[in-house]
């Protein structure tokens, strides 16, 4: 019974009660009984589907990730943005090219501000050392998807490589040899080069 039942019954004086007609106070309360019920049964149908709603949704969501965790050969966590998933089945693939920001052709640096111009909207530095001095520096162990990892390849004194993390030590990045692939940070060479996490402030 609805507050709207209880409100009309209470409102109702014992005395007028005795003077009307049985019947028509008889109908009055199969009524108001009715609209009680019809009240509580919409709100049934809305907690359902509701409840489909969610169940749906979190069915669709695992789908995805188990999808593009095969597709990647990664484990993915499930709560990485899928934003960047879907960024990252885009690109890999696409070689390597020098200064290059194009499906025709991508550099490391080219890729991060591809990535974060259409998944985070943000424009970044073009350049690696200019992308290193906009983060804030991250441990490792602290990373999360969409971070950046800098590298020190070779005998070079400044950062010149970079890439972007994704989940469980796995990031995306464009390399000289094989174009845009998902790499292991504790794959030997990386592991050997690995400077630092960075992470844009207002990401």
């Known amino acids: 019974m609805n507050r709207l039942t209880i ?10 009660i005795k003077t009307i007609d049985k019947i028509k106070f008889s109908a009055l309360v199969i009524l108001l009984l009715f609209i009680s019920s019809c009240s509580v049964s919409k709100k ?5 589907t509701k409840n489909n709603y969610e169940s749906n949704e979190n069915k669709h969501k695992k789908e995805f990730y188990k999808t593009y965790s095969e597709k990647f050969k990664i ?11 879907l960024f990252i089945d885009k690109w890999i693939g696409v070689p390597y090219k020098s200064a ?3 499906f025709n052709g991508v550099d490391c640096s080219g890729l991060a501000a591809n990535l974060y ?11 690696v050392k200019a992308i290193y001095n906009e983060t804030i520096p991250v441990k490792k162990e602290n ?3 969409g971070d950046f990892v800098f590298f020190k390849i070779g005998k070079a004194n400044d950062v010149n490589h970079i890439g972007i993390y994704i989940s469980n030590n796995k990031f995306v990045h464009s390399s000289t040899k094989k174009g845009v ?3 292991d940070l504790d794959e030997d060479y990386y592991k050997k ?8 402030k207002n990401k």
Request: hydrophobic share 40%; glycine share 8%; proline share 0%.
């Open 7 to 16: 409100f009309v019954l209470l409102v109702l004086n014992i005395r007028f």
């Open 44 to 48: 049934l149908n809305n907690s359902n």
């Open 75 to 85: 484990n993915l966590a499930g709560n990485e943005k899928q934003e960047l998933i």
């Open 100 to 102: 290059g920001n194009t």
């Open 117 to 127: 111009d259409e998944v985070y909207n943000i424009k970044i530095s073009r350049t």
């Open 143 to 145: 990373l999360k998807d």
């Open 181 to 183: 692939i998902i790499s």
């Open 193 to 200: 080069y690995f400077f630092s996490g960075g992470r844009v």
